[in-house]
């Protein structure tokens, strides 16, 4: 009985997920089916001493035969879930973490179907995007967006593309060749996702279970999708399209990584789901190439307005 009922609740979480916004909250240890709930709600925020686990460590290190790992949180600290694209937020308390649920659903519908939410904004809508890279230097993407010091060196600041204070950046440490969040235009929540352009670190953890397993550090060049990222970009456009939040994609992006590991790990799969996520989209799209950026090649074809002419433009 309580395992069916476990899989009624799993079973109605995925099917809200489909027609409703969903999302969860880790505060506490979540184990087993609770674990694959949380997913399935897709949007989960977690406590950074709540672990996400399907087995405990004790009952691990028994199967094992002796003392490998120490503690829940090596199977499913922030360390883990946040690094693999599970965790979306990371929050030290409950308070913080009812704090950032309240501020997710302000760039919420209040109902399906209803329109995208509109807030009094103090940044003009007329106002001039002042902040631009130089060209052939590196910069941190998200000035695009929130603004910052002009990179001339003038020590004047520079405004973003969006609402000042709007923007709201998740799975942060997941697939860090690109960023994705939310944030507000005018005061209308949008979604948004833009190409990292700087060389950018991916950590593999080793596990205990495998003496001769060891940390690694990967390096990803910027402009460029991989299999991780490519997944990141569709799970993203997914979600918006199911917020019913408009998207801009802010395109600077030279193709897909091709080589033997990456085709291994799948980035032809990954890259065609991002081509299905837009296909279904139903709100506008806007893809803006930025100032002394490029686009080319199968990263061109994948985000090109005839995908779905209907809601999508380029500029």
Same mark, same amino acid.
């Given at each position: 009985?309580?395992? !069916? /009922?476990?899989?009624?609740?799993?079973?109605?979480?995925?099917? %809200?997920?489909?027609?409703?916004?969903?999302?969860?909250?880790?505060?506490?240890?979540?184990?087993?089916? +609770?674990?694959?709930?949380? *997913?399935?709600? !897709?949007?989960?925020?977690?406590?950074?001493?709540?672990?996400?686990? @399907?087995? +405990? $460590?004790?009952? @691990?290190?028994?199967?094992? /035969?002796?003392?490998? $790992?120490?503690?829940?949180?090596?199977? /499913?600290?922030?360390?883990?879930? %946040?690094?693999?694209?599970?965790?979306?937020?990371?929050? !030290?308390d409950d308070l913080e973490a009812v704090h950032e649920i309240v501020k997710w659903l302000s760039f919420v519908p209040r109902a399906v179907g209803m329109p995208t939410p509109v807030m009094p904004t103090t940044d003009p809508v007329d106002r001039?995007?002042?902040? %631009?890279?130089?060209?052939?230097?590196? $910069?941190?993407?998200?000035?695009?967006?929130?603004?910052?010091?002009?990179?001339?060196?003038?020590?004047?600041?520079?405004?973003?593309? @969006?609402?000042? +204070?709007?923007?709201?950046?998740?799975l942060a440490d997941w697939a860090k060749s690109v960023v994705v969040g939310r944030g507000r235009l005018?005061?209308?929540?949008?979604?948004v996702i833009v190409t990292e352009n700087r060389l950018t670190e991916k950590a593999v953890l080793a596990d205990p279970a495998n003496l001769e397993s060891k940390p690694q550090t990967q390096m990803q060049a910027g402009q460029v999708w991989f299999p991780d990222s490519a997944y990141k970009t569709a799970q993203a456009v997914r979600d918006f399209n199911l917020e019913g939040l408009p998207l801009i994609i802010l395109?600077?992006? *030279?193709?897909?990584?091709?080589? *033997?590991?990456d085709m291994f790990e799948e980035v032809l799969k990954f890259g065609s789901f991002i081509v299905d996520e837009l296909t279904q989209f139903r709100q506008p799209i806007s893809v803006y190439i930025p100032p002394h950026c490029e686009i080319r090649g199968g990263a061109w074809v994948v985000i090109d307005s005839k995908i779905n002419p209907r809601v999508m433009e380029m500029y």
């Open positions: 009985e309580s395992l !069916q /009922g476990a899989s009624a609740i799993a079973a109605e979480t995925a099917l %809200a997920n489909r027609e409703t916004f969903t999302l969860g909250y880790c505060t506490a240890r979540n184990i087993g089916i +609770g674990s694959y709930v949380l *997913r399935l709600g !897709q949007r989960v925020i977690q406590q950074r001493d709540a672990p996400i686990i @399907l087995t +405990g $460590y004790t009952a @691990l290190n028994k199967l094992l /035969g002796k003392s490998v $790992y120490e503690s829940n949180l090596q199977l /499913g600290g922030p360390e883990v879930m %946040a690094n693999n694209g599970v965790t979306h937020l990371l929050v !030290q001039p995007v002042t902040w %631009a890279p130089l060209p052939g230097a590196p $910069y941190d993407p998200r000035m695009l967006l929130v603004g910052g010091p002009l990179p001339n060196g003038s020590g004047a600041h520079g405004a973003g593309l @969006l609402d000042a +204070g709007s923007f709201v950046e998740t005018g005061g209308l929540a949008v979604g395109a600077n992006w *030279r193709g897909f990584s091709g080589g *033997r590991k």
